[in-house]
């Protein structure tokens, strides 16, 4: 789903129709017995994970974090070294620990903006620009009183919250240093007990923290002479430093994870809005590095979709809005000039690969341009975030997809190009595309419809035109576990039960009958997104199935969409659970019953 965040006994006849088997395989000594896949091949299997994963799990922190009281001080100095238009991020992170609520402030690289989220739903409390600004090369000292289920904000001392402060989720919190690809430094970061005004964590970083390392000495010489501080990465207060590409052990932690349970592919989306926040000539590569490393390391192939317009690539009108970044950017050789960039540094023999000593022919091979074209955008159902897609027209994004899928076969002509997804069942506010005829909401296969219908407007006669701009259809499907739950989305195309094969059979099956109507009956599918959520019957969102109910939804995804011969790929999102508990491994990197369940399918756990 988008900016939210991503991953989560079958019938005889599935199994024939996928051509699989059951066949067991001993392994040597006393390993125990392991399958091959039960349905299709392990290629079939994927999840959906991403750069957001070095942060947002975040959360999961809580055993490395230190502990806070349930009303605390926390103060930092924070200096800026370069300015930016960039939405770059940077900041203190504290975490509530029961709700998992995740709160950033900071002073932002733009110089004269300071800014406090929500994380958890991905929401500004406040995103304010000080009349005077802030100067470049000035330690500013900045605070965060939380007391009584409020924070206060002080910069320098003058309060910068109202009096009564901005609410925070109850309950006590963790707290650690992030910074994210901004050109900031932070030192002398405390937590006290705001009532005992006893001292929980204090830490200076006189020198650079240990683990530090540069893989371009020279890039950094003129940072390394400010002295004092820490710059780039995330350190946990307790000086685990993850600067450059070591970057969280978390996230390796899930890496691991989802190659134990099988997991062929991962899909992750390079955010163009954090690799170049700055302007066209610069990029930061320290986080997309780490992940497509982590990712190779265990035999993963990573699936890399091309997001986010930055602040100064967008018109004018748009720049400096919150969601900017899914605005079409102003001009389109922008974009193909970044994808150019990045598919040169991640393809099989590019930079990277280069740099590491890889195989030639192991890189990044497929690449996603854009997301989600035909939604628009949606913030929030009871104060969480749902999703944000792409604000343009859909000539736009045909547009978009063109200069993009030129720019990849340019550099890498053996690499694949996916469409950005066909997001399915869409209020009429937010699709940028036609809705139904019932005038409430079009339908997944009517936007894989309008896609071709476009693209074929544009070369009359020429059915071999989809070549031109995408290799492989990518589409997304959910049975809007949060919102059919509580009757807020009924489907009008027919009625469902919950969860329901029926939908699956419904989606897949109309999707293909549109690339068939349109002459392109071999065209490949990958469904890139779909998920059922675990939460429970004491929760009010996501359809209450309950972590056994997950597992048992995650199979009738894979059986039915095994049917299909046209799907290569299902991505389950995501790989751990976020807001609406859809991982297959919890917060805590324990295992759910729907891992163990995608495990099974993939043959890594015996039957």
């Known amino acids: 789903m988008g900016s939210v965040l991503l991953l989560q006994a079958f019938a005889i006849l599935a199994v024939a129709c996928a051509g699989a088997g059951t066949q067991e395989v001993q392994n040597p000594g006393n390993s125990p017995k392991t399958s091959k896949p039960l349905i299709r091949d392990a290629e079939f299997y994927g999840v959906n994970t991403g750069i957001s994963a070095i942060f947002r799990i975040n959360r999961a922190w809580h055993q490395e974090m230190a502990s806070l009281p349930e009303n605390f001080t926390l103060e930092f100095r924070q200096k800026i070294l370069r300015t930016s238009e960039g939405t770059a991020t940077s900041g203190v992170t504290f975490v509530q620990s029961g709700g998992g609520a995740q709160y950033n402030l900071g002073i932002f690289p733009n110089k004269d903006r300071w800014v406090l989220t929500d994380s958890s739903i991905q929401s500004y409390l406040v995103s304010a620009y000080e009349p005077d600004g802030f100067e470049l090369g000035r330690w500013y000292a900045v605070k965060a009183e939380v007391i009584e289920e409020r924070i206060h904000v002080f910069i320098d001392g003058a309060r910068k919250s109202p009096a009564e402060g901005y609410p925070v989720d109850a309950g006590s919190g963790k707290a650690a240093l ?83 349970a099988g997991a062929h592919t991962a899909r992750a989306m390079l955010h163009w809005n954090d690799i170049q926040p700055e302007g066209p000539e610069s990029y930061y590569w320290d986080s997309t590095d780490a992940l497509a490393i982590a990712a190779h390391d265990r035999g993963i192939e990573l699936v890399a979709g091309l997001v986010y317009a930055p602040n100064w690539a967008v018109s004018p009108e748009h720049r400096g809005e919150f969601d900017s970044y899914s605005y079409p950017p102003e001009k389109n050789e922008d974009y193909a000039r970044f994808v150019a960039e990045t598919v040169n540094r991640y393809k099989p023999g590019g930079e990277l690969a280069r740099e590491m000593g890889w195989p030639s022919d192991q890189g990044v091979k497929h690449y996603e341009i854009g997301h989600e074209f035909n939604v628009g955008k949606i913030y929030k159902s009871n104060d969480q975030l749902f999703f944000s897609g792409w604000q343009g027209t859909l000539q736009q994004y045909v547009d978009l997809l063109k200069a993009g899928r030129d ?78 739950a509580q009757g807020q989305l009924p489907d009008m195309y027919r009625q469902y039960s919950f969860p329901d094969p029926l939908w699956y059979r419904d989606r897949l099956a109309n999707v293909v009958e549109v690339t068939t109507r349109y002459g392109d009956d071999d065209r490949r599918v990958w469904l890139t997104e779909t998920t059922y959520a675990s939460s429970d019957n004491g929760d009010a969102y996501a359809g209450h199935l309950g972590e056994a109910g997950q597992a048992e939804a995650l199979n009738m995804i894979y059986r039915e969409a095994s049917q299909f011969p046209q799907i290569e790929k299902v991505f389950w999102w995501y790989a751990y659970d976020t807001n609406y508990k859809v991982g297959l491994v919890r917060e805590d990197f324990s295992v759910k019953p729907s891992y163990e369940a995608f495990s099974r399918l993939t043959g890594k756990s015996p039957r």
């Not at 340019?410 to 036609?434: F, I, K, M, Q």
């Not at 079009?442 to 936007?447: E, K, T, V």
């Open 407 to 484: 720019a990849v076969k340019d550099v890498c002509p053996d690499c694949l190009v996916l469409n950005g997804a066909v997001a399915d069942a869409v209020p009429p506010a937010y699709a940028t595309s036609r809705v139904d005829p019932n005038g409430w909401r079009q339908y997944l296969w009517q936007g894989v419809e309008d896609l071709y219908e476009e693209i074929q407007a544009r070369h009359p006669g020429d059915p071999g035109v989809i070549d031109q701009y995408f290799d492989i259809l990518n589409i997304h499907t959910y049975q809007w576990f949060m919102l059919t």
């Open 178 to 260: 992030r910074v994210r690809g901004a050109h900031t430094l932070f030192d002398d970061v405390k937590v006290t007990d705001h009532r005992t005004g006893e001292v929980i964590l204090s830490e200076s970083f006189d020198v650079e923290p240990e683990g530090w390392t540069s893989d371009n000495p020279e890039a950094w010489d003129w940072l390394m002479d400010e002295g004092n501080g820490v710059y780039s990465g995330s350190v946990l207060l307790g000086r685990e430093a993850l600067t450059s590409r070591a970057i969280s052990k978390n996230m390796n932690d899930n890496f691991d994870k989802m190659a134990a």
